[in-house]
């Protein structure tokens, strides 16, 4: 299957700094992105999705100034949390696909430790 | 709102056994319907995917079938293996290309 790969796998960060975080496509073009989050036992939140050269779209809930998502080419998206915080510890994971009725090919996540 | 269900959340089997995982949806109007695996602490690793248009998909020992009208779909796992242990998801595909997804069934085969 096609390679998603998400930087970092891990990353402790101090209340009030921004983490960034990476996803590309290793081995094709991804024209949507999509940004999911994990707490504890619970199952995968979409948080947002994002289309290549477009502002990204926000669940209901989730803080579009806070979760900043850049997705400047078809084989990269960011996703930058702003002002950290202890409840914003989560495992996060990206999502690609190449265009629609594809496969959704899923990066081996980040844990994040909000201190 | 679709929401998805698996059952059971958890299951511990001896190695060899056959077994059944269930994950049934709210909303029978989807594109798609994806198994996936996790390991602990990791990603997603894509197991099958099933289109709306189709009743069941196979790789291996893993056999995926879909039945859009009832909302139900299973994941058969023959002759488990240590190996598959895993937490199993399901997902489903609804508009916008979003993936709305289950809990999860924590799997445990012991040796």
């Known amino acids: 299957g096609a390679v998603v790969s998400q930087h970092p796998s891990r990353v402790i960060c101090k209340s009030g700094t921004s983490v960034k975080i990476e996803c590309r496509s290793l081995?094709?073009?991804?024209?949507?992105m999509f940004w999911y989050r994990q707490f504890p036992k619970q199952s995968l939140m979409l948080m947002a999705t994002?289309?290549?050269?477009?502002?990204?779209?926000?669940e209901q809930g989730v803080e579009k100034d806070k979760f900043l998502i850049n997705h400047a080419s078809l084989t990269l998206s960011t996703l930058t949390v702003t002002s950290a915080h202890p409840e914003d510890s989560s495992f996060y994971i990206c999502?690609?696909?190449?265009?629609?009725?594809?496969?959704?090919?899923f990066g081996q996540g980040t844990r994040l430790t909000v201190v | 709102k679709q929401e998805v269900t698996q059952i059971p959340a958890a299951l511990s089997v001896p190695e060899g056994e056959n077994l059944v995982l269930n994950c049934s949806f709210t909303d029978s109007a989807i594109y798609n319907l994806q198994w996936f695996r996790q390991d602990p602490g990791k990603g997603l690793t894509s197991l099958l995917l099933i289109q709306s248009s189709q009743r069941e998909q196979t790789s291996g020992r893993l056999n995926a079938s879909l039945d859009k009208s009832s909302g139900r779909s299973t994941l058969y796992i023959a002759a488990s293996q240590p190996g598959d242990s895993a937490t199993y998801l399901c997902a489903v595909e609804g508009r916008y290309s979003t993936l709305t997804f289950g809990k999860g069934t924590m799997l445990l085969v012991s040796p």
């Open positions: 081995d094709f073009q991804a024209t949507t």
């Open positions: 999502s690609a696909r190449q265009d629609l009725n594809t496969e959704a090919f």
């Open positions: 994002s289309n290549e050269g477009s502002k990204a779209t926000y």
